[in-house]
């Protein structure tokens, strides 16, 4: 008779990952990672080199190389939504009341578009 493998437990994430892990400022890490998520769609969309990219995006391209990979902290939210108009997106910030009315506060949401 064989005996059944148990399964290890299961945590559900909250959908943000820097927030499951509790590190501070969780929402400005998510929303960064997103715009670099799209950034590189961006860059890989047009099939072009790091080099040639971080000079549209005003940057050198180590600076690209290092954001990539997840080394952002070092650049605002604001400089990444440049670079993302730097390579032709349009970047918008709604501001509207809260949908649920359930204590605690706001929340931050990124939607990108497909092109």
Do not use: W, Y
């Not at 148990?6 to 990672?33: C, M, Q, R, T, Y």
């Not at 072009?48 to 605002?76: C, E, M, V, Y």
């Not at 993302?84 to 809260?98: G, K, N, S, W, Y």
């Not at 949908?99 to 605690?104: I, L, P, S, T, W």
């Amino acid at each position: 008779m064989k005996k059944k493998k148990k399964l290890p437990e299961v945590e559900i994430g909250s959908g943000n990952i820097f927030a499951d892990l509790g590190l501070p400022n969780a929402e400005e890490h998510l929303l960064k990672a997103e715009l670099v998520v799209q950034l590189h769609r961006l860059i890989k969309a047009r099939k072009t080199t790091q080099s040639a990219a971080a000079k549209i995006a005003g940057i050198k391209q180590p600076d690209l190389s290092n954001i990539l990979r997840g080394h952002f902290h070092g650049f605002s939210l604001e400089r990444l939504m440049r670079m993302l108009t730097a390579f032709d997106q349009d970047v918008e910030i709604t501001v509207r009341p809260r949908r649920r009315k359930k204590g605690g506060t706001g929340e931050i949401t990124f939607r990108a578009e497909a092109a």
